[in-house]
């Protein structure tokens, strides 16, 4: 395993680019997190209403009717055509019981929508919000076995991407093995061996990122091997992607390794941090426009 740190990048960008990038509101992104974050375990009415919100506000993003969005078999919202498509862009919008989620992962799923907004209705770009990520990973594992053999080229999962803390030592590290940061002010990327091309080219492109980004390179070995080393590497819904042998990345702030919220009642809206969440918004924007030609 490896840990890579994004360099400054001096290369402006384009003012094309840079332009939808700015239409990332943190204002915009709170709003939705205080919508999504209410109890909605996998399953159950809340659950259910919180996919209803989902879907209108992917049809808001996208201009499309509902009708031109699917809820599949295991309750995830698809907008767009996984066969067809290049990019893939997830989240999971389910709780745990007790929690509101505001973190998790209420933030990820306003990012997820915030980057719909400004990519766009594409072809190449498909949409997908998991349910039942806290219960084994049930929509992504079903998702995948539904794709087939068609390999998409990138998937960015949104792990929890809310929460920071700039004290000294506010930072746990997930990977003993490496050498990691000791503040909280970052957002890491997890790859397998096989996503590797895929994370060069985000550290490449967090170079125009405001916030601090690291990528940690997993090496060529079995999945049982990691999750013996670190087993949270291998608990989000990027991992079905990994087993089919699709390149796929982990976008988190850590989780319990810094958020002391984590799975508890305490984490509401009012803990996050806003303007880190446009950052991790604008640099998957970046990075799916630029892998987009």
Request: charge should be neutral; proline fraction near 8%.
């Amino acid at each position: 395993m490896r840990l890579v740190a994004a360099k400054p990048e001096s290369k402006p960008v384009p003012d094309a680019v840079r332009g939808v990038l700015n239409s990332v509101s943190p204002v915009s992104l709170r709003a939705v997190v205080e919508r999504i974050a209410v109890p909605r375990v996998y399953r159950t009415p809340e659950n259910a209403a919180v996919r209803g919100m989902v879907v209108d506000r992917l049809a808001t993003s996208l201009a499309r009717d509902r009708r031109t969005l699917r809820v599949d078999d295991a309750g995830n919202v698809v907008a767009g055509d996984p066969r067809k498509a290049r990019v893939l862009i997830g989240a999971h919008y389910d709780a745990v019981p007790g929690t509101p989620g505001a973190d998790d992962n209420a933030s990820a799923v306003a990012v997820l929508l915030a980057a719909a907004g400004a990519i766009g209705a594409r072809e190449e770009v498909c949409y997908v919000a998991f349910d039942g990520e806290e219960c084994g990973l049930a929509g992504s594992r079903s998702f995948v076995e539904r794709v087939g053999p068609h390999r998409l080229e990138s998937v960015h999962v949104l792990e929890m991407v809310g929460f920071t803390d700039r004290r000294p030592d506010s930072q746990r590290n997930p990977v003993p093995m490496v050498q990691a940061p000791t503040v909280g002010d970052f957002l890491g990327l997890v790859g397998s061996h096989g996503s590797q091309p895929l994370l060069d080219h985000v550290l490449a492109t967090a170079g125009h990122s405001a916030i601090p980004v690291y990528g940690l390179y997993l090496p060529d070995v079995p999945a049982a091997m990691i999750r013996r080393v670190a087993p949270h590497v291998l608990r989000s819904d990027h991992a079905p992607f990994w087993a089919a042998g699709i390149p796929a990345l982990m976008w988190t702030d850590t989780a319990e390794f810094r958020n002391p919220n984590y799975h508890r009642s305490t984490d509401t809206p009012d803990t996050l941090d806003y303007v880190f969440m446009a950052e991790v918004a604008r640099l998957l924007i970046h990075t799916v426009l630029t892998s987009l030609g």
